[in-house]
């Protein structure tokens, strides 16, 4: 079993849907990351959180310590949300231990 | 402001042959810096970090290795690619927080 699991691990939703998906992780960590992986390959980092939520236009991260889960929404979606959306569990020292991804689709 | 770079940005080499990809950070000093590898239709793992000058951890055992030659350089080195080095190789540096990521190497070995 992988220390970080995201589902679902592909998701196809139509412009304007209400998006969301999970991680959960079985390591104990010092922070939570929300990366997003473009076509071309490049990354970047969306969220670090360690406790409650974050927001950030219409991205919204969240993270429950005791249940070692975590979430990211994403409201009003756009195709131009289509990437793929990876968690990554920080064991410390900013040791990132990824999820497989979860390779979004928005059609318009 | 802070800027990864990494090259080349993408290379084919033959099994055997050595590889060299570098990574320069600009724009601070002292950064944690990282190496990533994405194969083929899996996850991002962890190769190796630095957090200083000289100093290397290896994460997972392997074919590769790494070394820190500047502050804000970082090299990832092979003396004989296999097939299986093939993948996404990744440069990121970090603050204390958040990761910054380079924008890729794709390597193909044949």
């Known amino acids: 079993k992988n220390e970080v699991e995201q589902s679902p691990q592909n998701l196809t939703a139509q412009e304007g849907e209400f998006i969301t998906i999970n991680c959960s992780y079985s390591v104990g960590i010092s922070a939570l990351h929300w990366l997003q992986q473009h076509p071309g390959g490049g990354i970047v980092s969306l969220f670090m959180?360690?406790?409650g939520k974050k927001k950030h236009g219409r991205l919204i991260a969240t993270i429950n310590i005791q249940e070692k889960h975590s979430s990211l929404h994403i409201t009003a979606s756009h195709p131009r949300d289509s990437a793929v959306y990876i968690c990554?569990?920080?064991?410390?020292?900013?040791?990132?231990?990824f999820g497989q991804g979860t390779r979004l689709t928005i059609n318009p | 402001s802070q800027t990864i770079h990494q090259w080349p940005a993408t290379l084919v080499q033959p099994v055997g042959s050595p590889l060299s990809l570098e990574c320069t950070v600009e724009?601070?000093?002292?950064?944690?810096l990282y190496w990533y590898r994405q194969a083929a239709g899996r996850g991002l793992q962890l190769l190796f970090y630095?957090?200083?000058?000289?100093?290397i951890s290896s994460e997972v055992p392997q074919n590769l290795s790494a070394s820190r030659p500047q502050d804000r350089q970082f090299i990832l080195s092979s003396k004989k690619l296999l097939l299986s080095d093939s993948g996404f190789y990744l440069c990121a540096w970090g603050p204390g927080g958040s990761q910054y990521f380079g924008p890729g190497t794709r390597l193909t070995v044949t």
């Open positions: 990554a569990a920080d064991r410390g020292a900013q040791k990132l231990v």
């Open positions: 630095s957090v200083g000058i000289g100093q």
């Open positions: 724009g601070t000093s002292n950064p944690n």
């Open positions: 959180l360690s406790s």
